[in-house]
């Protein structure tokens, strides 16, 4: 498989990959064999445990909560010049909440108890936070890649937003809400829902 070829055709590529980890991974959960995985990496992640880490996740974990991403949307909405792109970045957190609360009560898995250090309601699996996070921050590194700037900042801004989506995955996990598998699972279906609405809206909005 050439450079070539995965640069024409990398879209699909990921798709493909995003659906096949979130398929293995829901049929990990039906046959009960995913509790290995997750506790190992709990394991991991709890042993970091500590006051300032807790508050920096706790930060990052409401980086991308309902009411942080009202406020940005709808400032957005507000000062952005190109309106239809506003409207769109405002879709896409819409359906892609509506997406995860719909494989969440088609699962119905609980969430992590006694190890929690905030409390969250709902179901667990994919996770709400990573699925929102990639798909919202993940437009925007789409928007900066495609967008007329110098290189470097380009570079430097997509990889901090990566970065940003990154770690609200680890806070859910750190945080004792979420099992790892709840979140490599929003991820990737994330990733997967992301592709078909950027195919479908980018032309409508690249003038962000």
């Given at each position: 498989?050439?450079?070539?070829?995965?640069?024409?055709?990398?879209?699909?590529?990921?798709?493909?990959?995003?659906?096949?980890?979130?398929?293995?991974?829901?049929?990990?959960?039906?046959?009960?064999?995913?509790?290995?995985?997750?506790?190992?990496?709990?394991?991991?992640?709890?042993?970091?445990?500590?006051?300032?880490?807790?508050?920096?996740?706790?930060?990052?974990?409401?980086?991308?909560?309902?009411?942080?991403?009202?406020?940005?949307?709808?400032?957005?909405?507000?000062?952005?010049?190109?309106?239809?792109?506003?409207?769109?970045?405002?879709?896409?957190?819409?359906?892609?909440?509506?997406?995860?609360?719909?494989?969440?009560?088609?699962?119905?898995?609980?969430?992590?108890i006694d190890i929690n250090l905030i409390i969250e309601n709902g179901?667990?699996?994919?996770s709400g936070h990573s699925m929102v996070s990639l798909a919202f921050?993940?437009?925007?590194?789409?928007?900066?890649?495609?967008?007329?700037?110098?290189?470097?900042?380009?570079?430097?801004?997509?990889?901090?937003?990566?970065?940003?989506?990154?770690?609200?995955?680890?806070?859910?996990?750190?945080?004792?809400?979420?099992?790892?598998?709840?979140?490599?699972?929003?991820?990737?279906?994330?990733?997967?829902?992301?592709?078909?609405?950027?195919?479908?809206v980018y032309k409508k909005m690249k003038k962000i």
């Open positions: 498989m050439n450079k070539k070829f995965i640069r024409n055709h990398w879209k699909p590529i990921i798709f493909s990959l995003s659906i096949l980890i979130f398929l293995i991974l829901v049929k990990m959960l039906m046959q009960d064999q995913i509790k290995v995985f997750d506790d190992a990496v709990y394991n991991l992640v709890s042993k970091l445990r500590c006051e300032p880490l807790t508050y920096f996740f706790k930060f990052m974990s409401f980086l991308c909560s309902t009411w942080f991403l009202f406020v940005v949307t709808v400032l957005i909405m507000i000062f952005s010049k190109n309106k239809k792109a506003a409207f769109y970045i405002g879709l896409n957190v819409i359906l892609c909440v509506l997406l995860n609360q719909g494989f969440k009560y088609t699962f119905m898995r609980e969430r992590p179901y667990s699996f994919p921050y993940g437009l925007f590194i789409y928007l900066i890649a495609h967008k007329k700037m110098k290189k470097n900042k380009k570079y430097i801004y997509c990889f901090a937003l990566a970065v940003l989506t990154l770690l609200i995955g680890i806070s859910r996990i750190y945080l004792g809400v979420h099992y790892a598998s709840d979140v490599c699972a929003g991820f990737a279906l994330a990733m997967a829902y992301l592709i078909i609405y950027i195919l479908i």
